[in-house]
């Protein structure tokens, strides 16, 4: 019997706002939001605080410099390591050189992120992506473990099939996440249009929104993640270790590997996690980010149906 | 029986309060430390220095540090630019004075509301709670209007937990805390 077809809209939709309430008024759901807002601005600190540091030195020592030239220093600074950064995403496994077309794409896509948007946001935007799945892992982890653990969950079995109860809750997880990174990112973006206006109000809102459907679409596999390690652990602590364990190991297990061996089979384990595509979701080309956001969906898709049928047959 | 009513978050409140009032004592302390004796009274240099004393650049570039150099009569005489301390010091010592109130009042509402918060009381979790939050963000304003800095997100950053606390303790915990 399809498991989808067991989930009530009435129940599914009870759940996922009792499920988002509660992280709210939970001690993981606070740790999780103030640690992603500290995150968040933490990274536009790092990245935004060099500027506001040279132009202050402009004005003591009285350079020509405007904001925008700094900007500009600063780019050019930077685009040569963005190059690289996404250089080296196009050709990690095999270490190779880069075809002179792979090396062009690298250089137009730095290009579209440091001159074509706003460079600050884009850089903040990248870090937060890569640092999204540890700051989900310590909201996410206990969806349905502690409950699993305290043997709550029977007294909601007979009320909610099991389907809607696992779902409902990702599903609460996922609004909570979204909420969260709109608030970190409207804080962002209206620092940067209202301190720095080197940039058309039009071009940090529409780039802070489509990094915004980014981030998000980045970390509906993460809490996805979160759910199914949660419905297979019957402990909370166990699944917050493991969440953040699998987080960990899966990005720097290849590198370990390849460097104790010199193998290059081991970047087969990133595929564990969406990681070999993430960076393609800022991308400069639609096809690529639409094609990301996919891979994103797919992944959620397919670490929710497996959590699905580990909860559905699970004694509870 | 308070304990096992209490929200999960109430006490992850609780616990980071408790750490940042101890983080604000020490820091206190070491303001205190800083106002006392690393940071006396600074000395205008053209009205301490007795005439004809001169100042060998290489010797001390302290501030109130007008000691006359051996064997200066041949050194060219050094004036110092005369803003360079007239109005830092007075200055100084009112931003330490205050970042030491701020800290010293901070971490003893900290600790008041982090007890109040765990026997969900009203008084000192919810009223205390939003004292700490109204006070950290008045003296926020007030130290950088002080020091004419604008607002950089880093400050933005230190207006983080006052916010929330704020919030949660009027909003989401406004029901838990009426003992």
Redo the contacts between chains.
Sequence with gaps: MNPLAQVDARHFRLLSWSMFTSTLRSGPGILCLILTLLVGLGTAAVVLEPMDMMLAANERDHLPLDQAGVMKTLVQFSSPMVSWLVAGHMNETAGQRLTPAQQADADRWAHYLLEDRPAPLSAVYMILCFSLPFLIALGAFDQVSGDIQARRLRFLLPRAQRATIFLGRAAGMMLFMALLLAVVMAIIAIYLASNLPLYPLGSVVGWSVRCYLVLVAAAIPAVALCSLISASVGSAFASLALCNAVFCVVPLAPLVIRLASGTTWSSIITWLLPLPFQLQLFHFSFWHVAAAILGCLAYAGGYLLLGLWIFGRRDL | MAAAER???L???AV?NVVLSCIFALASLATLVALLVVHPLPVEPHAERPAGTVVDPGADQSPGSGLAAPGADAAPPVAPHPHHFRHRGPESRAELGLGFVDEILCAILLAISAVGYLRLQRVAGRYVGSLYGVVAVLFFIVEHHISHQ?????G??AL??PV?TLI?VNT??RNDLVL
């Excluded at chain 2, 604008?150 to 880093?154: F, S």
């Design positions: 929200p999960g978050g006490t992850a409140l980071i604008p607002l950089g997100i880093t933005l950053i983080i937990y929330l949660y989401t915990f």
